[in-house]
C-alpha cells in the first residue's frame, strides 16, 4: 500500500512512514491512517458507486467554514480520497453544552450555499410500509424547508476535538429538508424529550418547532436505514 501510495505529490515531499487500517470502519469506505514525520492523513478507499467529486467539492466549502477535515486529493481512477486527519473522539451521548454547539454548528451547514439536485428521500422506499406512505403524505401539506444537508449524522462521523466539533464523510450531502439532519441528532444520539426540546430550542431560536414534520422525518429517518441496511445484506449496494 505505501509503494503505491508514493506517487502520489504530498508523499514525495513528505515521505510516507505508515499505513494502518483504522478499527472503526464505515459502509461505504475502506479506512486507512497514513502517517509521516510531520502530519497524519485519512485515507478513504471507496467501496459504494457514489458521485465522489461532489463530495470533494461539498466538503472544500465546509473546510473553508471550518466546518469539516481538509480534503487534499482525490483520485477517482483508483477510488481514492485522501484528507487531513483529525485528533478527537465521538460521542454517544450529548450533554445540554454540546447539544447547543451542535445546534449551532448545523444552523450554520444550513445555511451554505451549493448547486445540489433536491432529495425527498423517495427513491429510498417501494412505499410497502404503510407508515412511511402517510409520512410522506403529511410532508406534502407542509412547508419545505431545503438546504444543504449532511444526511449521515451518527456519532462516528461528529467529532469533538478540543476546540471544536468537526463533521466527516460527506458522501451523502444533499439538498435536503434541515428537519432530517435534525431527527438523524435525536435518534443517533438517543435524546429524551427534554434534550431533544432544548437541542431545537437551540437550532430554531425564536421559531417554533413543527412538530408534524419531525415525526414524519422521524418515521422516514428510521425506515430508511433499516432498507438500506438490507440492501446491503442483499448486495444491492
Same mark, same amino acid.
Request: some cysteine; glycine content about 2%.
Given at each position: 500500500?505505501?509503494?503505491?501510495?508514493?506517487?502520489?505529490?504530498?508523499?514525495?515531499?513528505?515521505?510516507?512512514?505508515?499505513?494502518?487500517?483504522?478499527?472503526?470502519?464505515?459502509?461505504?469506505?475502506?479506512?486507512?491512517?497514513?502517517?509521516?514525520?510531520?502530519?497524519?492523513?485519512?485515507?478513504?478507499?471507496?467501496?459504494?458507486?457514489?458521485?465522489?467529486?461532489?463530495?470533494?467539492?461539498?466538503?472544500?466549502?465546509?473546510?473553508?467554514?471550518?466546518?469539516?477535515?481538509?480534503?487534499?486529493?482525490?483520485?477517482?481512477?483508483?477510488?481514492?480520497?485522501?484528507?487531513?486527519?483529525?485528533?478527537?473522539?465521538?460521542?454517544?451521548?450529548?450533554?445540554?453544552?454540546?447539544?447547543?454547539?451542535?445546534?449551532?454548528?448545523?444552523?450554520?451547514?444550513?445555511?451554505?450555499?451549493?448547486?445540489?439536485?433536491?432529495?425527498?428521500?423517495?427513491?429510498?422506499?417501494?412505499?410497502?410500509?404503510?407508515?412511511? *406512505? $402517510? &409520512?410522506?403524505? =403529511?410532508?406534502?401539506? @407542509?412547508?419545505?424547508? !431545503?438546504?444543504?444537508?449532511?444526511? /449521515? +449524522?451518527?456519532?462516528?462521523?461528529?467529532?469533538?476535538? *478540543? $476546540? &471544536?466539533?468537526? =463533521?466527516?464523510?460527506? @458522501?451523502?450531502?444533499? !439538498?435536503?429538508?434541515?428537519?432530517? /439532519? +435534525?431527527?438523524?441528532?435525536?435518534?443517533?444520539?438517543?435524546?429524551?424529550?427534554?434534550?431533544?426540546?432544548?437541542?431545537?430550542?437551540?437550532?430554531?431560536?425564536?421559531?417554533?418547532?413543527?412538530?408534524?414534520?419531525?415525526?414524519?422525518?422521524?418515521?422516514?429517518?428510521?425506515?430508511?436505514?433499516?432498507?438500506?441496511?438490507?440492501?446491503?445484506?442483499?448486495?444491492?449496494?
Amino acid at each position: 500500500m505505501i509503494e503505491a501510495l508514493k506517487r502520489y505529490e504530498i508523499f514525495q515531499k513528505e515521505p510516507l512512514l505508515s499505513c494502518q487500517l483504522l478499527e472503526q470502519q464505515g459502509h461505504a469506505n475502506r479506512v486507512y491512517l497514513l502517517q509521516t514525520k510531520r502530519k497524519k492523513y485519512l485515507l478513504r478507499h471507496f467501496q459504494i458507486d457514489i458521485d465522489r467529486k461532489r463530495e470533494f467539492e461539498i466538503q472544500t466549502k465546509l473546510y473553508r467554514k471550518k466546518i469539516a477535515p481538509q480534503p487534499i486529493l482525490l483520485d477517482l481512477n483508483n477510488g481514492v480520497m485522501i484528507s487531513e486527519f483529525i485528533e478527537g473522539e465521538h460521542r454517544e451521548r450529548l450533554n445540554q453544552q454540546e447539544l447547543k454547539k451542535m445546534a449551532q454548528l448545523l444552523r450554520r451547514v444550513h445555511r451554505i450555499k451549493t448547486n445540489q439536485k433536491r432529495n425527498s428521500f423517495r427513491e429510498n422506499f417501494s412505499f410497502n410500509d404503510v407508515k412511511v *406512505k $402517510r &409520512a410522506f403524505i =403529511l410532508l406534502e401539506r @407542509e412547508r419545505r424547508e !431545503y438546504a444543504l444537508g449532511h444526511n /449521515d +449524522l451518527h456519532p462516528k462521523n461528529i467529532i469533538f476535538t *478540543k $476546540r &471544536a466539533i468537526k =463533521l466527516i464523510d460527506w @458522501e451523502y450531502a444533499r !439538498y435536503s429538508d434541515i428537519y432530517f /439532519d +435534525l431527527v438523524s441528532i435525536i435518534e443517533e444520539h438517543r435524546l429524551n424529550r427534554r434534550d431533544s426540546c432544548s437541542f431545537l430550542k437551540s437550532y430554531f431560536q425564536k421559531r417554533a418547532v413543527n412538530r408534524r414534520k419531525l415525526e414524519a422525518f422521524t418515521t422516514i429517518y428510521r425506515a430508511r436505514w433499516r432498507v438500506w441496511f438490507e440492501k446491503r445484506e442483499r448486495r444491492e449496494l
